[in-house]
């Protein structure tokens, strides 16, 4: 039932649902409609109905929670935990040893939802579990095995098992994406193009000895044998489809067969639309179709290839880029002499690929140019791609060009100050930009423990807004939760001054002007003695408390009688030792700001402060509920936004 490129339109609407808000999508459906009854006349109907199926079909529904003894079934390993199974729903499972794929536990468990940190541009497992409908992470307490997994995925991950060290840890890495890194291959690996690679060589030899038909279903049946026993299954659906298309319909339409292939794998991965195992290849596809002007293929290659690093990755690596045909084939061929090493056992081969793997990893080295690319900056890349290789107009690809020099020096358009609130669990940082460029400040740098924040997150998320210098770190106590990146960040990124201690009233910065408050009283408990920084921006008036206590809120009432401030980040992650009422309701905030992690042990933020926060009619948000918080501040406007979609506009007040 070919429309001669008809589905492919309607395929795009369907996308377009995918990656949206389920409310705002059916606000535009009289626009999906108007679109697609220009474009498929007396179709139009049938395709609308078909979109209100998917908008249906994507529609989240949330599990109640687990109860607290459950059968579970192994799913799937990770590094940490693992994806169980229970009778109608999956959870991620904590302190399940020596588990096996398909294994079956009777486990006694406590559960929690999801709580992972979740920043500006940097990976969200917390979203990328739920589109997967897992909500729970559990703990297990007690564990009993019940049988042991029998199919072949299972018996190929005991037989890794059973191995050598040396094999178990590549061979997991390789076939099961344990431990996987966002460099090179995670770009080809997560988008499945390597198994593309080997489908499309399979069927070439094939084709040496039967017809291309047959030649194509041997090769796909080949590829998906060997890949469903590993962790490919959204690549290879989508791999399986969009070739089962183009060779059992060979006489449809090739906008049909991709826009009926998209509707097929978004029907049955909905969650996938703005993933890169289907966003990279899709966009590959498109630009062939749409090609009718014969163009170079390394820089159609490039073209794709630099927005989608911007976006997903938020840096571009040139090298990378222009070795991506060679790489890809070098992954594949690497899968495929996995599968030799897993069944074979050889030293000199383990040896070899590891040399290889990390003779790739020399490429990657510091030669990133760094952009958090927005789903904005995405479409007008993709309209001027898409108009040049359908027109032979150099202009468009000056024009590309500029976006490409507009990615290094955005910063200095920007005319808004952000003040950002990183999500580092249990501790406080605050990156301030300044407009224009004119400055960056980080006030405290937490550290962990259990985990690198500095190289895990703050300095990610420096590097996905192009930061590569700090113009001034302020540490307002020594706590390694304030201070306990500081020495990692120092070695990575350049920083001109760092202030710890109390020595001066005021530091003029730009246009702007950062005061000290109580630089000269001390107090017995350290606490008290953070460094406390009063900032007043596009007037709006920003007090950073660190992790004073009552004791240091009295002094600044007696001291600053008439101070205000608009948004208060709260002392000490919302403990009941601050926020007094009386100091609450003298600086009357419109917005306090709470710096904390999900479910920690200390209890924050308290309940007494939340109370207090209430009664004085202040809006709160916190990093353990909201994520990463940024804030924006023009002459015009004052807004903020979290990790998880809220949006508000600060009001001027009284």
Known sequence: MSMKGKWLYTALCVWLI?????????????????????????????????????????????????????????????????????????????????AGLQDTFHVQVTCK???????????????????????YACDAKKAKRLKQGSGLQAKLWNHIENLDAPYQTFLKQSLFGIQ???????????????LSFLASQCKMILMMFCSPLMAGIVSLLLITGIGALTYWKESLARLLIFRFMQTLFPTWDRK???????????FIYPYIADELCFVLPVMFRMVSLFQTHKRNRILISCLILIPMQFYYMHEVDPVHILLFPLLRAFYAYGYLCTWLLCLFQSQAMLSFLQMMYKAAQFFEQDCSLYYQASLCFLLIWFYFVFRYISRNKKKDVWILLMLMIYTQCAAFFHPYM??????????????????????NIL???AGSENKDLANDVIIPVLQAKGITSLDLVIITHDDLDHNGSLSSIQQQISIKRIITEKQQ??????????????????????????????????????????????NTERAIMREYPNLRADILKVAHHGSKTASTRAFLHQLHPLLALISCGANNRYGHPHEE??????????????????????????????????????????????
């Open 418 to 439: 952000e003040i950002l609130m990183i999500d580092v669990g249990q501790g406080d940082c605050f990156l301030i930009t300044l407009p224009f460029h004119q400055g």
């Open 443 to 445: 006030i405290d740098a």
């Open 609 to 654: 402060t939340i109370d207090s926060l209430n009664k004085e009619q202040i809006h709160m948000l916190n990093t353990a509920n909201h994520g990463a918080i940024s804030i924006k501040l023009t002459n015009f406007i004052r807004f903020y936004k979290t990790t998880d979609d809220e949006f508000g506009i600060i009001s001027t007040g009284d």
């Open 505 to 550: 009233k005021e530091l003029h910065f730009g246009n702007f002007t950062l005061h000290f408050l109580l630089q000269e009283q001390t107090f017995d408990n350290k606490n008290d003695n953070s460094l406390i920084v009063y900032m007043h921006a596009f007037d709006t008036d920003l007090l950073f408390m660190g992790d004073a206590g009552a």
């Open 256 to 266: 049909d067969q991709l826009g009926f292939s998209m509707m097929m794998i978004l």
């Open 18 to 98: 995918c990656l949206m808000h389920h409310m705002l999508t059916w606000i535009l459906f009289p626009f999906f409609f108007v679109f697609l009854n220009q474009r498929l006349g007396k179709w139009s109907w049938f395709m609308l109905c078909i979109l209100i199926c998917f908008q249906l079909r994507t529609l989240p529904i949330i599990p109640v929670p687990p109860a607290n003894e459950l059968q579970v079934t192994v799913k799937e390993i990770k590094a940490n935990s693992i994806i169980a199974q229970t009778s109608d729903q999956r959870i991620i499972l904590y302190g399940l040893e020596n």
């Open 113 to 135: 939802p999801l709580s992972f940190q979740r920043n500006f541009g940097l990976f969200d497992f917390t979203k990328y579990y739920q589109k997967r409908s897992i909500y």
């Open 180 to 194: 996987e890194e966002e460099n090179a291959s995670y770009l080809i690996r997560s988008s499945g193009l390597h």
